[in-house]
């Protein structure tokens, strides 16, 4: 059997939505991305697409506001979540957000996996724990990437990916850690290879996805 291979680099915006009613048709298989605001979500989606501006990136925390779908083919799709957190925006709207990211969650059927982002400084906050808890309760598997890893030197990153690994054993399920930056482009074959091996069993209820290189970006991790 032929592996099987996104092509993400193709990968082209769907639509915007507050809220799931807004989105498009919930078949396929779906990837979201969350994590706290600012934590580095679009920028890597732009980062593993190889594309400046697919999801649209700011230094104000904040920036991604609606569920934002992009197409990656073969009716698999990737998810832009609104971050929680620290978003300096009016306690209305922020809940209008939340309410959106959790209805989103909860009820979306194509969802098949989460990609949980975290700033390698600042990793496993209280919503991130509580995110981990629902996914393994969701029975979702999670690739929590430890995200901005170009601002720690290498035995820090490691020691820091070592520390958050062990950490999350208490939750049980099905989740795996890696380190990525998008400045550096590192951990964009894990994170490609997750989503394709998600994707895949997602669609066709089994393991054959072999992950192999995927037509995205070379990661340049050793
Ligand atoms: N040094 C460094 N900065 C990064 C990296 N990834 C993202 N950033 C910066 O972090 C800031 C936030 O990035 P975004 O991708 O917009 O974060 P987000 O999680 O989508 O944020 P919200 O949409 O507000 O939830 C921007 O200034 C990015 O340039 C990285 O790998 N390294
Ligand atoms: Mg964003």
Redesign the pocket.
Known sequence: MQPFKLNFRNASFITSAAKISQLTSDGGAEVA?A?????????????LCVQTNL???????????LINLFDIGQDCRLV??????F?KVPLELKEKWQLALTEYLEKRESLCAVVV?MDVRHPLKEVDQMLLQWAVASDLPVLALL?????LKSGARKAQLLKVREAITVFGGDIQVEL?????K?GVEHLSQFIETQCYRHLHGDDEATGEESVSAQSNET
């Open positions: 991305f994590g706290r605001s600012n934590a580095g979500k679009s920028s890597s989606m732009n980062t999801a649209r990136t700011s230094k104000t925390p904040g920036r991604t506001q832009d979540l609104p971050g929680y957190g978003a982002l995200t901005k890893c170009d601002k990525f930056s998008s400045l550096k590192l």
